[in-house]
DNA sequence: GATATTTAAGACTTAACAGGCTTTAATTAT
DNA sequence: ATAATTAAAGCCTGTTAAGTCTTAAATATC
């Protein structure tokens, strides 16, 4: 919807790192089995992602993943933007006219830009520490029936 | 983003048959060729629009589709509907998560929530009879330079 | 150094979506 | 009746996202 599964997958296993906060690395099969995420392509996710710089990976023996830089400095939108590439240079029409611009614009576009601009923020604003910590704190409720 | 490339050209297409507004039914080609949309998929579109009793086609000669009901009754959601499916039953987690509820939500979840219904509020909102006028009006406007 | 373990890398497979082609059925004008 | 015209229907092709497999490279441990 917002973003491609590979970014999801991304984000979620980024969240694991953060909640568990080892400063060992953690083995990618470890992550994906915590979030039933497909191993091997977890793999080649983080692949992309270290080379966006948002993990580092340590290989051999003892290895795995971690992440470059602490939690609370890495937002939703570089992740999505390390997975799924940068967003489209001109923005789209919300129903795909070509001719379209700025004035006059159909009943749509008003709500549309507010809509694109509040998925533009919420990406920016949120970072992977507050998202562990609340992550965690729901884990714990719900363990509590 | 929102819907499917198909609920895109139905969209379009329907706005078409609200703008000329002819009581004839108007050709599949002839609507492809205004919003450049590859005819024979248009085609098979507008077959699952008529299954869904948004438009009506008349065969053979001086024949093509129309409107099954007054523009001002048809709403963009229920083209998203037929052409996309019916959107899921549960609502989905931003990031995937599958063990979550309502309880102690995560920051994205306040945000998310707002954002989709927002957009759940954008496609019922609007109806046929008003993007057509505006799309009309639009296009008077971007020929007087 | 040998070995086990772990990520890196790339080829490969599968599935879904977008689009095209061709034939068939329905309708109307002649 | 017949020919022309139009949507309906089914199957084929290309593209992209999602997922799997295989081999190589790095590293810790013995
Ligand atoms: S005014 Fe409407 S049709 Fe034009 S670009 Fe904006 S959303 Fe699209
Ligand atoms: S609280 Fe957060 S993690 Fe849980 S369902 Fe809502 S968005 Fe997803």
Redesign the interface.
Known sequence: ??YSKSA??A??AM?YLAETNSPEPVMISQIAKAY?IPQQFLAKIAQTLVKHRLLVAIRGRNGGVKLARPANEIYLNQIVYAVDGPPPEQE?C????????D??????HH??K??RE??R??LVA?DLA??AL??L???K??NEP
Chains 1, 2 share one sequence.
């Open positions: 919807m917002l999801e997958y984000i979620q969240i039933n789209q919300v129903i795909g006219l070509d001719y379209c611009s004035t006059a614009p159909c009943p749509l709500r549309w507010i809509i509040d998925i923020e919420m949120e507050d998202l609340r992550v704190e729901k884990r409720i719900m």
